[in-house]
């Protein structure tokens, strides 16, 4: 019988991410995005953004589905940060060691406890198109602990949800986890989904979603 897991202490409808290249404009999202009222932030554009960044927002635009929405909006508020955050972020989701399988599981993992509507909107198919079981994915979208996982799969799950729930691993978990990833995979492990803490903070501070046309992940969350 599936065992009911427990989310504690995370209550924000937000979250964080980084597509690859999907052809929609930065205008085209603002636009699609719900308007029912001002967003905190008001959107940056490549017009109004300021010259110190407009290097960083065209290479973030050249990569980005949200263009400069989502969390660049909120980033890009303070420069020299998003710099360097989005250097952080390019080596968490396209050099890190750690299999892409794994690093969209963890992103996930995240994006369930904050029940972020932006993170798992994102993630979710990344996670599917880098091989990570729908089944594994929807038990944990239903706060079931994933059936069927694979061992590196089971030792990220508890890793990430023991960081997060409880804030240290037991030395039998460690050398569990050590055994299978390696310290290189498991300090990336950890480094991915202590980021998408931080980007589901900025994304929460903005109040920033899904764009309005799209079903939420989370319906009961709402808008």
């Known amino acids: 019988m599936a065992k009911k897991i427990a989310f504690k202490g995370f209550s924000f409808a937000c979250s964080a991410l980084m597509v690859l290249a999907g052809g929609i404009t930065t205008s085209a999202f603002a636009q699609a995005q719900n308007v029912d009222q001002p967003k905190r932030f008001p959107q940056l554009t490549m017009e109004n953004i300021a010259p110190q960044s ?31 955050m989005k250097r952080l972020l390019d080596y968490l989701r396209f050099e890190t060691s750690l299999p892409k399988r794994l690093n969209e599981f963890a992103i996930l993992i995240q994006g369930r406890l ?29 706060n079931i602990r994933p059936r069927g996982m694979q061992p590196d799969e089971e030792v990220v799950y508890d890793v990430c949800m023991t960081l997060s729930q409880q804030h240290e691993i037991s030395n039998a978990l460690f050398d569990r986890a050590k055994a ?28 920033e979603s899904v764009a309005a046309n799209k079903a939420l992940p989370f319906p009961e969350k709402g808008r």
Request: net charge negative.
């Open 180 to 207: 299978i990833l390696g310290e290189q995979q498991l300090v990336d492990l950890v480094a991915v989904t202590g980021t998408y803490v931080t980007v589901a903070m900025l994304l929460s501070l903005g109040e």
């Open 114 to 142: 904050w029940t972020s509507q932006v993170e798992w909107f994102a993630h979710y198919p990344l996670a599917l198109k880098a091989g990570l079981p729908a089944s594994v994915a929807d038990d944990l979208k239903a």
């Open 54 to 84: 407009k290097i960083l927002a065209q290479e973030i635009v050249a990569i980005s589905s949200v263009g400069l929405s989502g969390p660049y909006n909120v980033m890009l508020r303070s420069p020299v940060f998003a710099e360097r």
